[in-house]
């Protein structure tokens, strides 16, 4: 049964359906290979202890020949980044290390009310702020592939927890690529729903114009099924749009004729390493095999893509986190022996213990940008650059269908690489940050492997709602090149 952990979670729920296996045993098989395996990889920061009378629930409701979900019995990793009620919720900080919601997002409530069953929550980094999961309060988590590498973030766990066949799928969220970019250095397929597609409601807020969920799974079809759960209007999140959700895993198809795909040249630039670039190269050829045509497309301020998120990230987060005081809930600091003297320093204390540097810096420079004197320089200035943005893609719609471009310049760099360096580390998001400057939907597909063995994505991008465009793109690239869902030797 070991080759369960690399079953699309598709076929395990068909199984289940068929009644060929037990959702309670597909739980049991999943949870004591997450024991055995966490310890190794440091993906899940709780495993829940409610996930087998989940499973149980849907055995039962099989047996009775009641009507169950899309998504019955596959087990699940979600971010710890999702409010999960009665389980453990962390943000990855020691400031929520305390932290039992009393409710669910409405992600995490779709998917159960679909018959998945939540195995666990999986680690990131603090607040989903980074690109590697070392600011996590919890400890890194190694890539499945390389365990001298980073498997990305901020969804970093979410991506290994799959890799490593630790969940038959998983939930991250993606603020700036936080989905894409580990996505695509563990191999396996994620995708940045448009802004407004997926709720935000009971997801814990980083950047609220630019947060959204989406799945992490080793086929597109996967992704495609774990969509059509998550999307739709919510009335708890007024950001959510009333736009129909379709019904994209049956409409899958790779024949990409009459499709136009467009090849930003500014994505195109000599940082791209060699490796990315010959991946990048094949899925072209792949689109053009599957009958799409390319042309050359131009978005000049991709170059500002980076210091405008880094304003506008992080004003939002200084704001959003502004509730973690250590009165109403999470981490206090401990005033038994040395009591706080005022209310400032109740709060500077519980504060300057509970966050981690890199939540720190992102909330000096966020509090600083929207400062009275500097506001308009920064924060104003910003939106209108990210106004700008805006119109260079609409621009590029004009022109294609699809966006393919690199993820990131290269594959999995070495964990502990560029810990000193947050600048190179900020960097590394070029390719993936305009997407949710934008809103538009974006995805990373599996295409190939460097010359180390490192798994290599292609990112896919889409004007606003056009969802189904992307995923047959990446349904053709991944027919082609056959790179995804791939198990990592050794495991
Ligand atoms: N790496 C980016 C950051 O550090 C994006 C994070 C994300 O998408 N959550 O902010």
Not at 40 to 69: C, M, P
Not at 411 to 418: S, T, Y
Request: hydrophobic share 40%; with cysteine; charged share 20%.
């Amino acid at each position: 049964m070991s080759e369960i952990f690399y079953t699309p979670l598709k076929q395990i729920r068909d199984q289940i359906l068929k009644r060929d296996v037990k959702a309670r045993h597909v739980t049991e098989l999943f949870l004591t290979r997450c024991r055995d395996l966490n310890p190794k990889f440091n993906a899940y920061i709780t495993l829940s202890d409610k996930a087998l009378e989940q499973a149980e629930a849907v055995d039962k409701a099989i047996e009775k020949g009641e009507k169950v979900g899309p998504l019955a019995g596959v087990p699940l990793a979600i971010k710890d980044m999702l409010c999960t009620k009665g389980l453990k919720t962390t943000a990855a900080s020691k400031i929520l290390n305390n932290f039992i919601p009393p409710y669910s997002s409405t992600v995490v409530e779709r998917l159960e009310g679909a018959g998945a069953i939540t195995i666990g929550k999986t680690n990131m980094d603090e607040f989903a702020m980074g690109s590697s999961n070392e600011n996590s309060n919890y400890g890194p988590v190694k890539n499945p592939w390389d365990e001298s590498a980073v498997p990305g973030g901020s969804s970093g766990g979410s991506a290994a927890a799959v890799a490593a066949g630790m969940a038959a799928g998983a939930i991250g969220t993606d603020t700036g690529g936080s989905i894409r970019q580990p996505a695509n250095f563990c191999g396996i397929v994620g995708i940045k729903p448009t802004y407004g597609r997926v709720s935000r409601y009971g997801i814990i807020a980083f950047a609220s114009s630019l947060d959204q969920a989406g799945p992490m799974t080793r086929t597109v079809e996967d992704a495609a099924l774990m969509m059509e759960v998550i999307s739709g209007h919510d009335a708890k999140d007024s950001t959510t749009a009333q736009v129909p959700v379709p019904e994209w895993s049956k409409s899958l198809k790779s024949d990409l004729k009459g499709m136009k795909i467009g090849l930003p040249k500014e994505y195109f630039s000599d940082e791209v390493s060699e490796d990315t670039k010959k991946v990048v190269n094949e899925a072209l050829r792949a689109v053009k095999e599957a009958g799409a045509t390319t042309v050359e497309v131009s978005i000049p301020l991709t170059g500002y893509g980076v210091p405008i998120y880094y304003l506008i990230a992080t004003s939002e987060a200084s704001s959003n986190l502004a509730r973690y005081d250590g009165v109403r809930f999470g981490y206090r600091s401990d005033f038994s022996k040395v009591p706080a003297a005022d209310l400032e320093e109740f709060y500077s204390r519980s504060r300057g213990e509970g966050f981690g540097p890199e939540v720190k810096r992102r909330i000096m420079l966020g509090t600083y940008a929207l400062s009275s004197g500097y506001y308009d320089a920064y924060y104003r200035k910003a939106g209108q650059v990210r106004r700008l943005l805006r119109d260079e893609f609409s621009a590029a719609f004009q022109k294609c269908d699809v966006l393919l471009t690199p993820v990131t310049t290269a594959p999995a760099f070495k964990i502990g690489e560029r810990v000193s360096n947050p600048l190179q580390m900020y960097l590394n998001d070029i390719f993936t940050i305009s997407t949710n400057m934008v809103g538009i939907p974006g995805m990373s597909v599996p295409g190939g492997f460097s010359a180390s063995g490192l798994p290599i994505g292609v990112q896919l991008s889409a004007a606003h709602f056009q969802e189904e465009k992307m995923l047959n793109v990446a349904y053709a690239i991944e027919k082609a090149l056959g790179a995804g869902g791939r198990k990592p030797n050794g495991l």
